[in-house]
């Protein structure tokens, strides 16, 4: 179980997305923190994000990358990054993993 706070929405419009739109694409981005079990014994949090994307009312891509890192201002750096070159749901795992070297 994970719990979600949002950070950061970006609106779309035709002029940034080329396309004939009636309404702006929407683009949400959450921090996702939950607590993991590293032994039986101890527990340790981490961050990652999650990214929805709405056209509408309605959800047409959502991806959540869980267990970015244990540093929460850190999470929050990467995520106002993603926002502001507006990642969507499909190309987050690409970028995480040129940000990771895999």
């Known amino acids: 179980m994970h719990d979600r706070c949002p950070e950061k929405v970006m ?36 961050y990652g994000v999650e990214i929805v994307k709405r056209f509408g009312n309605e ?6 990358i869980h267990d970015l890192t244990c540093d929460k201002e850190k999470a929050v750096e990467l995520l106002h990054k993603f926002a502001e070159n507006t990642v ?13 070297g895999v």
């Open 88 to 100: 969507t749901p499909t190309g987050i795992r690409y970028v995480v993993d040129d940000l990771i």
């Open 11 to 46: 609106f779309l419009t035709e002029d940034e997305t080329r396309l004939k739109l009636n309404e702006p694409i929407v683009l949400e981005y959450y921090l996702i923190d939950r607590i993991i079990e590293e032994d039986d014994i101890q527990e340790k949090r981490t």
């Open 59 to 64: 959800c047409v891509e959502k991806e959540i």
